[in-house]
């Protein structure tokens, strides 16, 4: 006998609905709630992985290592990273070039390679980088005037070695910067660079074409650096020009 309410009407759990009992109504809508939250749950339910940040090989001179910056996160090369959102890994070391190592005195260390070298230093650590910026050149002031030629040939070496290295990467050419008058050598240098950069397809920055360091107030206390608002000027030129 179906089960009565109190004023003798049929319980609506045993009352008929279509054919189907009430009590299967609740069943049904229960099974189908379950499923609809493990659909949801599955679809969205877990949170996403974070993103990680493409990685960012800085190769370069004092300048890209941050001297006469007040602290390391105000210099160029960092301040472009957080800009980009690129995960830094600076390889820059006070006194060399394309051409030139340095030493106790430039860098700190018995010996630092110049660029062809810290980019293999920088693979034997296991850096694996999405982005590779080559920055600088102005350690190469002597050799350059020693032996044109052979600078040349080490900045083409440079790019082609960053390329076969990091052949999926994108590199990033930046040039050289002198602090006070610009000498004509300079711009021959500039233009050496880019083509280097262009054989290999990387993008190229110039920070003579226009000068970028041109007013006083950029350079450091010791005349031969630029300060906190140097390199804000520099990382806005290169963040400027790579988008």
């Known amino acids: 006998m179906a089960r009565r309410n109190p004023e003798g009407e049929p319980s609506w759990l045993t009352r008929d609905w279509a054919g189907i009992p009430g009590w299967g109504l609740v069943i049904a809508g229960a099974v189908l709630l379950v499923a609809a939250g493990i ?21 370069g001179d004092s300048y890209t290592a941050g001297v006469g910056a007040s602290d390391t996160s105000h210099r160029w090369a960092s301040l472009v990273a957080a800009d980009e959102g690129w995960s830094e890994e600076n390889y820059g070391n006070g006194g060399t070039g ?11 260390r018995p010996r630092c390679p110049d660029y062809a070298g810290a980019l293999a230093e920088a693979a034997a650590d296991g850096v694996d980088p999405d982005i590779v910026v080559i920055a600088g050149g102005q350690n190469d002031t002597d050799a350059w005037g020693e032996d044109q030629a052979a600078v040349e040939d080490a900045i083409v070496a440079t790019y082609t070695d960053a390329r076969e290295r990091f ?3 994108r590199i990033v050419a930046v040039g050289p910067s002198w602090l006070g008058d610009e000498a004509g050598w300079e711009r021959e240098f500039d ?29 450091a206390d010791d005349g031969l650096h630029v300060n906190d ?7 806005d030129r290169v963040t400027g020009a790579i988008g």
Request: aromatic fraction near 6%; charged fraction near 15%.
């Open 39 to 59: 659909v949801i749950g599955g679809a969205g339910g877990a949170a996403p992985e974070p993103m990680t940040p493409p990685v960012a090989l800085f190769i």
């Open 167 to 169: 052949a999926d990467a």
């Open 229 to 235: 608002l140097g390199h804000a000027a520099i990382a």
């Open 191 to 219: 233009r050496a660079v880019q083509g280097a950069a262009a054989a290999v397809g990387a993008e190229y920055v110039s920070l003579l074409e226009p000068p970028v360091l041109d007013d006083d107030a950029f350079a």
């Open 98 to 108: 394309y051409a030139t190592t340095a030493g106790l005195e430039g860098c700190g």
